[in-house]
């Protein structure tokens, strides 16, 4: 069985499901989890009217964000009796697939458990899909689990 599961999570009830199988597969064999949470970096907009953002704001507010998102996730792991580590990550200027990918193998993962929406079409090619792009690039073994 797998000893190093890393689960990246967005806060979103997809990522939540994705979570939930990753703890199954942990305590059946006893192994580790790591949540992750990828920042990307919010890029301030040279446009007229965009420049009363505060755009040191806003990014604080992407951390303060991930986490959250890190901090409900490993109360769930805690609330099935078992422990997580958790990593926030900056994006910068890499894609988040690749984030992913690469803290896999840094962190010498067996497993990537991750949510996908399961979009196609339109909304595939205009939001892109970070699961895909883990899918297609990631050196260990990857489970996708679906939104409902």
């Given at each position: 069985?797998?000893?190093?599961?890393?689960?990246?999570?967005?806060?979103?009830?997809?990522?939540?499901?994705?979570?939930?199988?990753?703890?199954?597969?942990?305590?059946?064999?006893?192994?580790?989890?790591?949540?992750?949470?990828?920042?990307?970096?919010?890029?301030?907009?040279?446009?007229?009217?965009?420049?009363f953002?505060d755009?040191a704001?806003?990014?604080?507010?992407?951390?303060?964000?991930?986490?959250?998102a890190?901090?409900?996730?490993?109360?769930?792991?805690?609330?099935?009796?078992?422990?997580?580590?958790?990593?926030?990550?900056?994006?910068?200027?890499?894609?988040?697939?690749?984030?992913?990918?690469?803290?896999?193998?840094?962190?010498?993962?067996?497993?990537?458990?991750?949510?996908?929406?399961?979009?196609?079409?339109?909304?595939?090619?205009?939001?892109?899909?970070?699961?895909?792009?883990v899918?297609?690039?990631?050196?260990?073994?990857?489970?996708?689990?679906?939104?409902?």
């Amino acid at each position: 069985m797998y000893q190093r599961i890393l689960v990246p999570i967005d806060g979103s009830a997809t990522s939540e499901r994705a979570l939930q199988e990753a703890i199954k597969l942990a305590a059946a064999g006893k192994a580790q989890l790591r949540l992750l949470y990828v920042l990307e970096a919010v890029y301030p907009l040279d446009t007229e009217g965009y420049a009363f953002i505060d755009h040191a704001a806003l990014q604080d507010a992407v951390r303060k964000t991930g986490e959250r998102a890190l901090a409900q996730a490993a109360e769930t792991v805690r609330r099935s009796g078992m422990t997580a580590e958790t990593a926030l990550l900056d994006v910068t200027g890499e894609r988040v697939a690749n984030v992913i990918d690469d803290e896999a193998l840094t962190w010498k993962a067996d497993l990537i458990v991750i949510g996908t929406h399961g979009r196609s079409g339109l909304s595939r090619l205009l939001l892109g899909s970070v699961a895909e792009g883990v899918v297609r690039g990631a050196k260990v073994p990857v489970l996708l689990v679906r939104a409902e």
